[in-house]
C-alpha cells in the first residue's frame, strides 16, 4: 500500500510539472483580462540571466490588434532557496512572482494603445500567471486583473 501510495504521488507531481505553462520562454504567454474574455496581447521571453534575487527576462509584448506592434518589457522572477537556478527556472515553472518595472516596460491596454510606465505584478504557478496589469502613473493608472490560464 505505501507502494501505491508512492506511485500514485509521484505521477501527480510528474503531471503538474509536464503540464505546467506559466513563465515558459519556448511560448507566448496570452494575457487574458479576468471576467471579460479580452486580451492584452502575448508576451514572448529571453532570458537575460541572474540580478540580484531575480532572473531577469525580456519580454516582447505583442499589441492584442496588430502583431507588428511590439512592446519591450523587463521582467524579474524571484529566485528561491528551492530554485536558485536561473537556468533551471526558465525551463521549469516554480511558484514564485513576476513582476516589471514601470521605468522599463511598455504594455498594451485594451484598446490596443502602447503604454510606457507599465508594471506587471504576477503569481507564477503550475496553472500559469496571474495577478495584474497596471498602466500609467502620477494618480491616473488603469489596472487589470489579468491571467494566462
Known amino acids: 500500500m505505501n507502494k501505491s501510495l508512492l506511485l500514485a504521488t509521484s505521477l501527480a507531481v510528474g503531471s503538474i510539472a509536464v503540464s505546467a505553462s506559466a513563465l515558459d520562454?519556448?511560448?507566448?504567454?496570452?494575457?487574458r483580462v479576468d471576467g471579460i474574455g479580452m486580451t492584452l496581447?502575448?508576451?514572448t521571453f529571453t532570458p537575460l540571466g541572474v540580478d540580484g534575487p531575480y532572473?531577469?527576462?525580456?519580454?516582447?509584448?505583442?499589441?492584442?490588434?496588430?502583431?507588428?506592434d511590439v512592446g519591450i518589457c523587463v521582467v524579474q522572477e524571484l529566485r528561491t532557496p528551492f530554485a536558485?537556478?536561473?537556468?533551471m527556472n526558465e525551463r521549469a515553472n516554480v511558484t514564485t512572482i513576476v513582476r516589471s518595472s514601470p521605468a522599463i516596460c511598455t504594455g498594451f491596454n485594451l484598446k490596443?494603445?502602447?503604454i510606457l510606465s507599465t508594471s506587471l505584478i504576477l503569481g507564477e504557478?503550475?496553472?500559469?500567471?496571474?495577478?495584474?496589469?497596471?498602466?500609467g502613473c502620477a494618480g491616473l493608472v488603469q489596472t487589470y486583473p489579468v491571467n494566462s490560464f
Open 125 to 135: 504557478s503550475c496553472n500559469g500567471l496571474a495577478g495584474v496589469a497596471m498602466f
Open 112 to 114: 490596443g494603445e502602447s
Open 41 to 43: 496581447g502575448a508576451l
Open 55 to 68: 532572473c531577469d527576462y525580456l519580454a516582447d509584448w505583442y499589441s492584442p490588434y496588430n502583431p507588428n
Open 84 to 87: 536558485p537556478s536561473c537556468i
Open 25 to 31: 520562454v519556448g511560448r507566448a504567454v496570452s494575457l
